[in-house]
Structure formats: structure tokens, C-alpha cells
């Protein structure tokens, strides 16, 4: 499989976009220094973040470009070194993008917990209570094989002593639920910090999910928590979604430390 196999268009606003995103998730306090990684599917082809290499100094002809299997078929630099954790979510979904970032909060609790607390009902957003999927050295087969457990029917998880990964039909959608699972854990971290906070029921979820179906019926605006993605998705369209992680004016757009996990997009559901 090579470039030609897909748009080269699409393929260069994939890499524009992957550039971008590391921009913010620097601004975004979600990554340090060469941490996290993203990625956007392009048919047969991923773009993905090249590795150590600082995110500040990544520009579009730096992303790497590998086939499913992993093999690099274009860019100067290699891949992330997590790019089988990547390729393990885009194998076993129809996913257009995938986040993973070492945010604090993230990190944090996934330290101290099997499976984060339902504190808000904003889980449902991801599939409900975010799991953790367990201890295994980056970069490598098992950490995949242990994140790919920890996703089944939700759209991130946690990993242990690490930080978190999301992923989304478009960088926009994986990026948001990157941060929502960092806003998240904040809210863990302070609940902790001022006592025992009380854990929503699955009743009390469940209620929810019907209010956002009722919504979606009237016409509302929540996404659905967990769409069954196509095994199979086709040729990806970055373009669609080219303000993903934007930061067109070539600064960064800096998010409200504390804002509100829904995020940046009037498509974003706001209940
Ligand atoms: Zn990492």
C-alpha cells in the first residue's frame, strides 16, 4: 500500500492536523515534552505523531505515514513508539482518529484505581465508567492488547501508570473525549480531596440515557455515548474536520484550565 492508494489531499490534512494537535495539547497542559501521541486514520494509511520529537517543532511534512501493519511509508521521522496501541484501536474499530496523552490528573488516577468512579454523568458521553487498562511497558504488543481491552464498548480508557487514549470518529471527537477523561479525573482527584464523593447508580445513568435519547428524538444535539463504528470505515475525510485540534492562526488556542468537559465545538453535547 502506498500514498497513492488514498487522496493526497486528505493525507496532507491529516498531517496538518496530527501537527496542530500536538500544539495543543501542549497548551492544554495534557503532554509535556515529547509525551502523548495522536493520530488520524486515512483509509489504509495512518498519520500519526513522529517520535521524540517535540510537539512545538513538529510541522505536517514531519508526521509519519505507516500502513496498518505498522510499516512507515512516508515521513523522515520514525513513528511514535506507540503507534501498535494506534493500529491495535483502528484494527477492532471503525475509529478516525486516536488520542493519547499523559495529562496529570489522568496519570494520577490511574494509579489508584481499577476503573474510574462514575462521579458524573458525563461518563456516558465515553460508554460509561472509564476503565484502566493495565501496566505494560509503552510502546509495546501487550500495552495494546491491554488498552484494546480496557476500550470494549467505551470510547477511552485510562492506563495504569501512564495517562489516558481516546479515539473518534474525527480528531475533533477523540480529542474531546481525550479532555473529557482529564476533566474527569480532576473531578476524581477533587472529590477525593474533600471526602468520599457518592458514585452515580446505574439507575441513575441509565436515566440519563434515556433523557439523551428522548433529546436526540426532539432533535437535541448529544452525540451518541458510544457509536457502533463500522469495522470497515473506507477512505477518511480529515478535511471534514481540519479544526480539529486547529490552531490556525499559528498560536496555540489555549482552553480554560477548568473548562468544562464538553468542549470547543457547537456539535459538542452540552447536558
Ligand atoms: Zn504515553
Redesign the pocket.
Known amino acids: 500500500m502506498t500514498t497513492d492508494a488514498v487522496s493526497t489531499d486528505a493525507l496532507a490534512a491529516a498531517r496538518l492536523e496530527v501537527a496542530e494537535c500536538g500544539r495543543r495539547m501542549i497548551a492544554d497542559g495534557l503532554v509535556l515534552g515529547t ?3 495522536v493520530s488520524v486514520r486515512v483509509g489504509e494509511l495512518v498519520a500519526v505523531s513522529p517520535s521524540g520529537m517535540a510537539y512545538d517543532r513538529i510541522e505536517p511534512v514531519d508526521v509519519a505515514v505507516v500502513d496498518l501493519d505498522g510499516n512507515r511509508v512516508d515521513g523522515p521521522h520514525a513513528p511514535s513508539s ?1 503507534t501498535p496501541m494506534h493500529l491495535a484501536v483502528y484494527a477492532e474499530t471503525g475509529a478516525g482518529a486516536v488520542v ?3 495529562g496529570l490528573h489522568s496519570a494520577a488516577v490511574s494509579t489508584v484505581v481499577e476503573e474510574l468512579p462514575a462521579l458524573h454523568y458525563y461518563v456516558l458521553q465515553l460508554g460509561g465508567p472509564v476503565r484502566v487498562a493495565r501496566y505494560a511497558t ?1 510502546g509495546t504488543a501487550e500495552l495494546a492488547r491491554a488498552v484494546h481491552a480496557a476500550l470494549q464498548d467505551r470510547t477511552a480508557a485510562l ?1 495504569q501508570n ?2 489516558a487514549v481516546a479515539h473518534g470518529d474525527t480528531l475533533e471527537q477523540a480529542y474531546d473525549r481525550a479532555r473529557l477523561v482529564e476533566w474527569l479525573c480532576a473531578l476524581h482527584v477533587t472529590a477525593t480531596g474533600i471526602g468520599t464523593p457518592r458514585v452515580l447508580t446505574g439507575e441513575e445513568l441509565a436515566a440519563v440515557a434515556r433523557r439523551r435519547t428522548g433529546s436526540r428524538h426532539e432533535g437535541g444535539l448529544p452525540r451518541r455515548a458510544h457509536p457502533r463504528h463500522p469495522r470497515s470505515p473506507g477512505p477518511r475525510h480529515p478535511a471534514r474536520s481540519a479544526a480539529a485540534c486547529s490552531t490556525r492562526s499559528g498560536s496555540p488556542r489555549r482552553a480554560p484550565r477548568a473548562a468544562p468537559p464538553s468542549t470547543s465545538r457547537s456539535s459538542a453535547p452540552r447536558w
Open positions: 509525551a502523548g501521541n506507540e493519547h496523552h499523559h509503552y492506563m501512564h495517562g
